[in-house]
């Protein structure tokens, strides 16, 4: 290793700025100071031919600072090889740091161990800080088509370069569904919240699939809120160009070039469509970060006359119309806010049917589904997954009936020994497909059970994959209790029940007499069953009663007893249960949000225009409101919120309300702190209720 004295070689160089920058020389000074300086105190030439890096007085080198420290010396590089050399070397080392971690933003000259925190989990030895970055695997890229437009030079491509580059597009495609596919994690203790990731170093919650890369940190060292880096990915689209024409020119890969072009494409196209927020004072602007989600919903609109809707931005939505009702898929809903659809008289469009329908056999986007003569599911398969939902051989949505003659308390208790006398309910009477289109297939079922007469919609979506049971029950029994059953292919201890401000946990089988004691039990929105990479869930929208016993979910629909009213419950009821299959358990299945939108399903409302913003955001998705209010007193606007997942959480409020302080408070809205102007960020205990009192501008 030696070190670079800059004189000889930046002679020439410096002479001709010398020559135009006479009339200026304070700034000629820094400037001579600046170029030399770098060369003489930060660049190291190893005995490989590399080129170590440091950055100002850390002894590590960082991929994206080291680039931009030597990016200058291309310019007096192209009448300098020594000086290409020097800039060609330290690309080789960098992507020679690439195939060792390519996840790390910093390395050390040997594979000492040293760094700057012992983060979880351990570390490479040449690594110095693993915090992913994607604008640290761009600048590399970068510096190296550079130095080769600019000067010629062609020694960084070596074999280092072709492994890091396939590296990179490996990590981006990844990073493109973080969630499901990234083993990235980083966690710092003791350190300040932005310095490392939450949700146990994963960091921040996006939808995958969108198309962008998530970035666990931001180039400014601190971690990213929402997850995806506009910037970072706009350069990505930028460097992936360039990587494209080194594969075509340099390398003549077809395959990896065609690799990066498919790569770049995806990406901008992802900026074009997520990227992008509306603001009042400049129209459309990029976005500085995002995590992709918003609500989205299939509303229907009573319109019937025919046309297209489309949205501000002329883009026309996906329609179906079905008895006077226009079903309109809106993506992109602000929490908290709207979105503004405008109907346009016309032919209506000519749009693919998303559904199959063959006798009792059904294919969906996401399920193959077969039926039997009673109207009962027989097969279930998830073609997302590539999985079987239901159990072999066994049923879903089996209508059951039992005898329900509790000991006491005939109005409010179940006793165990119901569940000895079932009959199902088999006499079918109707089946009939009565929608299918682009957005949704409804086939509407009825049977006949005594004096009773059940019509069911089984509605299925091209957009979600929810599937509804609307039922409407005509209930003329007395002391009988309808449930509906469904055998699911899971293998799980316990199951996970919803309730407010959290969820419960109980056991699914009858080991000891508490279990057994627990053979019913509450569940205010959902029951979920689940192994560690895939579960099932059952929703409602107001029957709030579960059993799950080994693989068995079944709902409470109706009952109704003798005491103490002798005709409760008897006559005309409707609601709605859905089920979710989804993957992972019920926080990656994303069941609390789904079963919120089966219960609080996007409004349509006719009116002008307004602004749609948000009204206030939340950057974690695993924390729920619960309030938005005015304070019991009148003084503030109180804002109530709480983690659903179970574990710790950080959270940043953003309104877009004016506001002069905020603090929080206990839950009977006094304030525990001193209000503040500062930033709304909070940290969260599993199930922790948090209260925000807003002090608002008159």
């Known amino acids: 290793m030696k070190e670079h004295g800059t004189n000889r070689l930046l002679d020439e160089f410096i002479g001709e700025i010398r020559e135009k920058a006479s009339d200026w020389p304070e700034l000629l000074e820094i400037f001579e100071n600046c170029y030399q300086n770098t060369l003489n105190t930060t660049v190291h030439q190893m005995a490989d031919g590399t080129t170590h890096v440091i950055t100002g007085d850390i002894p590590a080198m960082w991929l994206r600072d080291s680039a ?38 910093a390395f050390n000259e040997e594979p000492n161990g040293a760094c700057w925190e012992k983060d979880d989990p351990d570390q490479n030895p040449w690594v ?62 003791g350190s300040y919240f ?191 997954q590539e999985r079987e939902v239901l159990a072999q051989g066994e049923r879903g949505n089996v209508l059951q009936m039992f005898e329900d003659k509790p000991i006491d308390n005939d109005a409010w208790d179940i006793d165990i020994f119901y569940q000895q006398k079932m009959r199902e309910i088999t006499e079918l009477t109707s089946f009939e497909v009565t929608q299918c289109g682009p957005l949704r297939l409804v086939i509407h079922m009825g049977w006949k059970y005594m004096n009773t007469v059940i019509g069911q919609d089984m509605i299925l979506y091209s957009t979600d994959r929810r599937i509804d049971f609307k039922t409407d029950v005509d209930f003329h029994e007395r002391q009988q209790l309808l449930k509906a059953a469904f055998c699911v292919d899971i293998r799980s201890t316990y199951a996970t029940y919803d309730i407010q401000y959290g969820n419960v946990r109980r056991p699914n089988h009858w080991n000891t007499s508490w279990d057994q004691a627990r053979f019913e039990s509450v569940g205010h929105r959902f029951a979920d069953l689940s192994e560690r990479d895939y579960g099932v869930a059952l929703l409602n929208d107001c029957k709030y009663g579960y059993d799950v016993k080994d693989n068995v979910m079944r709902i409470s629909l109706l009952r109704s007893g003798l005491q103490p009213d002798h005709i409760q419950d008897v006559g005309r009821h409707e609601f709605t249960y859905s089920l979710l299959p989804h993957k992972g358990d019920f926080v990656e299945g994303k069941v609390v949000e789904t079963a919120y939108r089966l219960n609080n399903p996007a409004d349509v409302v006719k009116g002008a225009d307004r602004n749609s913003d948000s009204f206030f955001t939340l950057d974690n998705s695993q924390v729920e409101v619960d309030a938005v209010k005015r304070s019991e007193d009148g003084k503030y606007l109180v804002v109530r919120f709480h983690d659903f997942a179970g574990s710790r959480q950080k959270v940043c409020v953003s309104p877009t309300f004016a506001y002069q302080a905020w603090a929080e408070s206990d839950l009977m809205e006094r304030p525990t702190e001193d209000f503040r102007n500062d930033a709304v960020k909070l940290e969260l205990h599993p199930y922790e209720i948090k209260t925000v009192l807003f002090q608002i501008q008159k």
């Open 68 to 105: 931009a420290q030597l990016r200058p010396y291309i310019f007096p590089a192209k009448k300098n090889r020594e000086l290409q050399e020097i800039i060609a070397g330290l690309v080789r080392r960098q992507f020679f740091y690439i195939c060792i971690d390519g996840y790390a933003n």
């Open 128 to 189: 110095w800080e693993r915090k992913f970055e994607v604008d640290s695997l761009c600048y590399p890229v970068q510096l190296a088509w550079l130095l080769w437009k600019n000067t010629g030079c062609v020694s960084q491509f070596d074999d280092n370069f072709q492994k890091g580059a396939k590296r990179i597009l490996e990590i981006f495609r990844t990073e493109q569904y973080h969630e499901e596919r990234s083993l990235y994690r980083f966690q710092r203790t």
């Open 194 to 384: 932005q310095d490392t990731l939450s949700r146990e170093g994963k960091g921040a919650l996006v939808k995958s699939g969108t198309g962008l890369i998530w970035s666990g940190f931001r180039p400014s060292d601190d971690a990213c809120t929402y997850g995806y880096l506009i910037p970072s990915n706009m350069f990505a689209v930028v460097i992936l160009g360039y990587l494209e024409e080194i594969e075509r020119e340099y390398w003549k890969d077809t395959q990896m070039e065609m690799e990066t072009r498919t790569l770049r494409e995806q990406v901008y196209e992802a900026v074009e469509k997520e990227g992008k927020t509306r603001t009042e004072e400049f129209g459309m602007i990029y976005a500085y970060e995002t995590d992709g989600w918003e609500m989205n919903d299939i509303v229907g609109i009573p319109e019937e006359k025919n046309g297209i809707c489309v949205d501000t931005e002329g883009n026309e939505l996906t329609v179906q119309k079905a008895d006077g009702i226009q079903y309109v898929h809106v993506t992109d809903i602000p929490a908290m806010g709207h979105k503004v659809i405008l109907f346009k008289e016309g032919e209506l469009p000519k749009k693919n049917i998303a559904f199959a329908v063959n006798g009792k056999n059904i294919e969906t986007p996401f399920y193959s589904i077969s039926l039997n003569d009673y109207g009962q599911i027989t097969r279930l398969y998830d073609k997302e």
